[in-house]
């Protein structure tokens, strides 16, 4: 039967992308060390908070190293207490199909798609984060198969409340050697979380891309709370005292190996209000508090802050303003992240 697709290009392969645009021997002991240090956090020698903040969508690649450039100042200054890994999302889930898809498919945003030029202009954007800014970074694996393309370069990567269930995303995280979010689904379900945690840490084989492979598994596969949405379409929140210690209650009944939580301040948790986020951080610092055993699972924040308030619509011509979920502006990220290391 024939299929109606529509085949425009062959696509660059990882191996040749990176040898176009390669982390270069001065660079690699920079992602070796950043990549130690997340180990020691998920495993539990590190007791620093793990923050993960940015933008809601990487599109414009100066803009993002700005926001990355003025992140690095603060993040020197509060190293002692905080992690910083910076969001650099390339790829955008449409719940409908619809709209704006990420940096790898449209590196120009207000263009048409372009995935040929995406896959470089994503490289490149996380190239130059590591050089000129020494931070890796996280992205969402939203397309397994294109995790080869980063591979070198991130620190940390999320599977999304679409994606969570998918065979292949969990397979996929199986064989990653970093840290993966495993957010809940939109229902809430934290048995398909949990489940796709003992999935993600155990090992499998299985293809991908083409080959036929085997992985050890991921002990660092993880939860990630990002609220939940009822049949009625209420967003509710999922990071409650309640809802931790419940939360805590299963995962440590589960058997996965270094039990930890990272709270997704946006989303559901804030109704996608941004401006809610600090208090959401306020009271799970409380949470963490009141009971060690949260103090020690619950490992740290996703935060969606650009260098301005709010968003607006793709090919806006405000710079450094989200094209997706709106975010937090640059003067409310520097009082949020000062105020989580005084608490700390």
């Not at 660079?27 to 993960?52: H, K, N």
């Not at 599109?59 to 700005?66: F, G, H, K, M, P």
């Not at 650099?88 to 619809?98: C, D, I, L, M």
């Not at 679409?162 to 397979?171: A, C, I, K, P, Y």
Request: glycine fraction near 8%; charge should be neutral.
């Amino acid at each position: 039967m024939k299929m109606d697709l529509e085949f425009e290009r062959k696509l660059t392969i990882p191996m040749e992308t990176k040898k176009l645009y390669p982390v270069t021997p001065e660079l690699e002991p920079i992602v070796e060390a950043r990549a130690a240090a997340l180990r020691d956090i998920f495993e539990g020698r590190d007791r620093r908070c793990l923050l993960i903040i940015g933008p809601c969508s990487a599109d414009n690649a100066d803009a993002v190293l700005e926001y990355l450039t003025r992140l690095g100042r603060i993040a020197e200054q509060v190293r002692e207490k905080l992690f910083i890994v910076p969001r650099v999302f390339s790829n955008k889930p449409r719940t409908n199909g619809e709209g704006y898809m990420g940096l790898v498919h449209q590196p120009d945003a207000a263009g048409r798609p372009d995935p040929f030029k995406g896959i470089i202009a994503v490289r490149s954007l996380h190239l130059r984060a590591l050089r000129e800014t020494g931070f890796t970074c996280a992205d969402e694996l939203l397309y397994p198969e294109n995790h080869r393309y980063l591979d070198d370069l991130l620190a940390y990567v999320t599977v999304g409340a679409r994606s969570v269930e998918d065979q292949q995303h969990r397979l996929t995280a199986s064989g990653l050697g970093i840290p993966v979010g495993m957010k809940n689904p939109i229902s809430g379900d934290l048995s398909v979380m949990l489940n796709a945690i003992h999935a993600a840490q155990t090992g499998h084989s299985f293809i991908y891309r083409g080959w036929a492979v085997h992985s050890q598994g991921n002990p660092l596969a993880h939860g990630v709370l990002r609220g939940r949405k009822n049949e009625a379409g209420a967003r509710i929140p999922n990071y409650s005292y309640e809802n931790l210690r419940h939360l805590a209650d299963r995962y440590l009944a589960s058997g996965a190996r270094n039990p930890a939580v990272i709270v997704d301040a946006n989303h559901e948790n804030s109704g996608k209000n941004p401006f809610r986020q600090p208090e959401i951080l306020r009271d799970v610092l409380a949470s963490r508090r009141r009971d060690p055993e949260l103090g020690r699972l619950v490992k740290g924040f996703l935060v969606e802050s650009y260098l301005v308030d709010g968003c607006q619509a793709p090919g806006g011509s405000v710079r450094g303003q989200s094209i997706t979920d709106p975010c937090l502006g640059w003067e409310k990220t520097e009082r949020l992240i000062w105020e989580l290391a005084d608490a700390l």
